[in-house]
């Protein structure tokens, strides 16, 4: 595949650029540690085994979420409420980035590369997310679901994007973890698509709706051509 025409590469968020199981883990742990004295006959293993399974990485299922872990633990001092509050509170301040997320993004700034984000959910967090990361310098544009008003994998927010780098799809390289919400709808619209493959992935993509399969973000510095002279 021809790579040359390439002038942008947008990322997916949460599970691309910034490690969600370690920044998750953490904050459960942290707020097991908030709340131990209501939660003293609940080991933090089964607190934390019963998040993740519950957690869909939306913001907008966990009220149900925190329902079902005072429900199914049997917690009658604490209301989910609280629980919920703490997570509006505190979690969008645990970030952690992989470990080449911010060396990747600069060394493609510095090839002329335009960089992109989108990702569901609210603007003022996703964009704190990216100060915390240290990478908002170099992203030129946070596309997100309540800017756009539509959610991955609708074309719509993948529009946005084109648009605002002024690149068409063909041009522009998308890479992103979720087979269904990431890799088949930017493929669809026409990008290189690129799965971030991790360890424990659910689900697959479909072998005609990606391009290239990584598991770290450096391996982007092999497959594009950052040899050739800058995207002028």
Do not use: C
Not at 126 to 143: C, D, F, M, P, T
Not at 204 to 232: C, F
């Amino acid at each position: 595949m021809d790579l040359s025409q390439i002038k942008a590469v947008v990322f997916d968020l949460e599970g691309t650029l910034l490690d969600r199981r370690k920044s998750r883990d953490k904050f459960i742990e942290e707020q097991y540690e908030r709340f131990h004295d209501y939660l003293v006959r609940v080991q933090l293993a089964d607190f934390k085994n019963k998040f993740i399974e519950l957690d869909d990485d939306e913001d907008h299922d966990k009220p149900e979420l925190y329902k079902a872990i005072i429900k199914d633990f049997h917690i009658d001092r604490l209301n989910w409420k609280d629980l919920f509050h703490d997570f509006e509170m505190h979690f969008y301040r645990y970030v952690f980035p992989y470990y080449d997320t911010l060396y990747t993004l600069e060394r493609l700034a510095e090839k002329g590369y335009l960089t992109g984000v989108i990702a569901n959910g609210k603007s003022k967090i996703k964009a704190y997310r990216l100060h915390a990361l240290g990478i908002e310098h170099v992203i030129n544009y946070l596309s997100t679901s309540q800017t756009v008003g539509y959610r991955k994998p609708h074309p719509r927010i993948f529009e946005d994007m084109l648009e605002q780098l002024d690149t068409k799809p063909e041009e522009t390289m998308y890479v992103g973890d979720d087979a269904l919400n990431d890799v088949a709808p930017a493929r669809a619209m026409g990008m290189v698509s690129v799965w971030f493959k991790e360890e424990d992935a659910e689900l697959e993509p479909l072998p005609e709706e990606v391009d290239y399969t990584i598991t770290t973000l450096e391996e982007l510095l092999q497959i594009l051509p950052l040899d050739e002279e800058q995207k002028g």
